[in-house]
């Protein structure tokens, strides 16, 4: 069985910064791409950053420029690094893994369900402005 274990979600004061960490682990688990998403209830899911197998990173507009996905494939650890964060940014953030190509926010957006095969919990991210 897969799983996909997210944390390093809390309470940040606006302008502040936060690391997010997903551990993946378990028997077939399909990693060539991992995604980061976020959603707040009531709103459709949204993609936030990919990343591939050869470290090709996509990053959403929304967030582009203060957050950074990165990976540590030894420790099958995903990272998504958020700075200057804004009170817009609150959210659950979830990670996701499948096998899809291109691995890019506009395809992950597209049909997430669809081509990540595996999601984690989530974690929240809570911003006081």
């Known amino acids: 069985e897969v799983t996909l274990v997210e944390s390093g979600g809390g309470s940040v004061n606006a302008g502040g910064s936060l690391t997010l960490s997903c551990v993946g682990s378990g028997y077939g688990w399909q990693s060539w791409c991992m995604a980061w998403f976020r959603q707040v209830p009531g709103k459709r899911r949204e993609a936030v950053a990919t990343i591939n197998d050869d470290a090709m990173t996509t990053i959403a507009d929304s967030v582009k420029g203060r957050f950074a996905v990165s990976q540590d494939n030894a420790n099958n650890t995903l990272y998504l690094e958020m700075n200057s964060l804004k009170p817009e940014d609150a959210a659950m953030y979830y990670c996701?893994?499948?096998?899809?190509?291109?691995?890019?926010?506009?395809?992950?957006?597209?049909?997430?369900?669809?081509?990540?095969?595996?999601w984690g919990k989530g974690t929240q991210v809570t911003i006081s402005s």
């Open positions: 996701a893994s499948g096998s899809v190509s291109p691995c890019d926010v506009l395809v992950v957006a597209a049909h997430p369900d669809q081509v990540l095969q595996d």
